[in-house]
């Protein structure tokens, strides 16, 4: 059971083939996600100005714009959403192209194993959450240390600490007491 605090992971399923993302449906229907569907790149794009899913698991070859040309375009929009592609066309330069180009977390097959496609979702939104709080502890430090630079401005050597010859602080027992 799911802890109610927790809010659901949200995919966005983008694939031209309604069978396609009918069976995706069938697949997750059990995994506790939220999920949305767009049937083009750009129905997708338009979705992801109103929606910001957790991970996106876009086909490649579709009409119009190609679901690695999408990726790519997530990743300079929305860096911290999750990127996988599902493709029926696994050449090595599609690969390497969607690694450097889309950055994308994994390249998964058609046909795919489900087990496959489960768990690789779970890894993208374990490596989502990850980024996303490696991001914020980053963001806490640094306003941790413009206040302690505004601290140290105020109160000049306030951050240094007097060590003894194994690291132990010292204590100045000579502070007046008030």
């Known amino acids: 059971m799911s802890d109610p605090q927790t809010p659901r992971a949200h995919i966005l399923i983008v694939d031209d083939e309604e069978g396609v993302r009918n069976a995706l449906r069938r697949v ?5 996600y939220q999920l949305s569907f767009a049937s083009s790149a750009d129905e997708a794009l338009a979705f992801l ?3 910001h899913p957790d991970v996106i698991l876009s086909d490649h070859l579709m009409p119009g714009m ?3 040309e999408m990726l790519k375009l997530c990743r300079l929009k929305f860096p911290d959403i999750g990127r996988v592609v599902l493709t029926g066309q696994a050449e ?3 690969v390497i192209q969607a690694i ?7 390249f998964l097959t ?7 496609v489960k768990l690789t979702l779970h890894m993208a939104l374990e490596h989502v959450r990850t980024e996303r ?19 140290e401005t105020e109160h000049p050597g306030i951050s240094s600490v007097k060590r003894d010859f194994s690291g132990a602080i010292l204590v100045d027992e000579d502070l007046d007491a008030d």
Request: zero cysteines; a negative charge.
């Open 66 to 68: 190609t679901g690695l």
């Open 28 to 32: 997750l229907r059990k995994e506790n």
């Open 133 to 151: 709080e490696q991001a914020q502890l980053l963001k806490q430090f640094a306003g941790q240390a413009r206040q302690m630079r505004s601290l």
């Open 100 to 106: 450097n180009d889309g950055e994308v977390f994994r």
């Open 92 to 94: 090595m330069e599609t």
């Open 110 to 116: 058609k046909p795919w194993d489900d087990d496959a």
């Open 49 to 51: 100005n109103d929606q």
